[in-house]
């Protein structure tokens, strides 16, 4: 079999995968990652809402931080979530939001003056201040005290996962499509890369890393019932609170 070695291996690539791909590689080290769809093809371009960061750039927004962040996104679990996990997650949006405008993502922005929503059912006219012009945009979403979901017009998925699959091209990022992993490799409680098949050769090859990152979207848990071992990653680009 057919054998490949790498610092870092990424399985997936969807808006997970790329992103941790990305950061790898900026970081110095090599990066391969796998994924059985092209990854512009991912199921993140399905997503439409938007994602949630407190930048606090609208009216409604107004008064908006990471800690109002933080405890909207620990009430909306029921306190299930892990509140270590929310509070970096709730302190990174924000930056997250601004790099991937630089990196391409055209965030919806702020108008000024008036514009008519409803709330409740009922028409309001909200105003927008001179100094929020063209600041990146936020909507109602999700049930949150402020409105914190960054988005843009109903394509949010796409425009994210299509900069972030730009952006991994830019960083030389070595992307082997077409390949499902087919078992992860490992002993002693410890990951050494997988077995992927090439899904139009059926060439089966190994990939040795010295990490493993499973980013393989909302059917991870399948996975990790399946291969009873997967290591590192958290699972979705985990972009809603
Ligand atoms: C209609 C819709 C609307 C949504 N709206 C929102 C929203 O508004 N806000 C929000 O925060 N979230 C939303 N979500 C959820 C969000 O889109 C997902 O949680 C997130 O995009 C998942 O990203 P991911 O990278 O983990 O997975 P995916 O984008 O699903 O990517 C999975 C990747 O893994 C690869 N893969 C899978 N198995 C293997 C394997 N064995 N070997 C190799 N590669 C493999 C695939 O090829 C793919 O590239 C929405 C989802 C849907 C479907």
């Known amino acids: 079999m057919k054998i490949t070695y ?13 992103r941790a791909a990305t950061g ?12 059985i769809v092209p990854p512009k093809r991912s199921h993140s371009a399905a997503a439409q809402g938007g994602m949630q960061a407190s930048l606090a750039n609208t009216v409604k927004g107004d008064g908006d931080n ?7 996104t620990i009430k909306g679990s029921d306190w299930g979530a892990d509140q270590d996990v929310v509070r ?6 924000p930056k997250a939001i601004r790099e991937l405008a630089a ?44 409105w914190r979901t960054c988005y843009t017009s109903d394509g949010t998925g796409h425009s994210m996962l299509f900069a972030m699959d730009n952006k991994a091209h830019e960083e030389k990022i070595e992307v082997r499509e077409r390949m499902e992993a087919m078992s992860l490799i490992h002993e002693n409680g410890r990951c050494y ?17 010295k990490t493993t990152t499973i980013a393989t979207g909302g059917i991870w848990s399948y996975l990790r019932h399946i291969y ?11 972009y809603c609170s």
Request: hydrophobic residues 40%; charged residues 25%; aromatic residues 6%.
């Open 103 to 146: 990196w391409g993502v055209p965030w919806t922005r702020v108008t000024r003056g008036d514009r008519q929503v409803v709330i409740n059912a009922e028409k309001v006219t909200l105003t927008e201040s001179d100094e929020a012009h063209g600041l990146i945009n936020a909507r109602d979403f999700g049930g949150t005290k402020k």
């Open 193 to 209: 890369g997988c077995v992927a098949r090439n899904l139009m050769t059926g060439e089966l090859v190994a990939y040795i890393a």
């Open 6 to 18: 790498t610092d870092a291996l990424v399985i997936g690539g969807g808006l997970a995968g790329l």
């Open 66 to 72: 990471e800690d109002v962040h933080f405890e909207d």
């Open 24 to 35: 790898i590689k900026q970081r110095g080290h090599d990066v391969i990652l796998l994924s």
């Open 88 to 93: 970096i997650f709730v302190n990174t949006a």
């Open 228 to 238: 009873k071992r997967c290591y590192l990653s958290g699972n979705g680009a985990g």
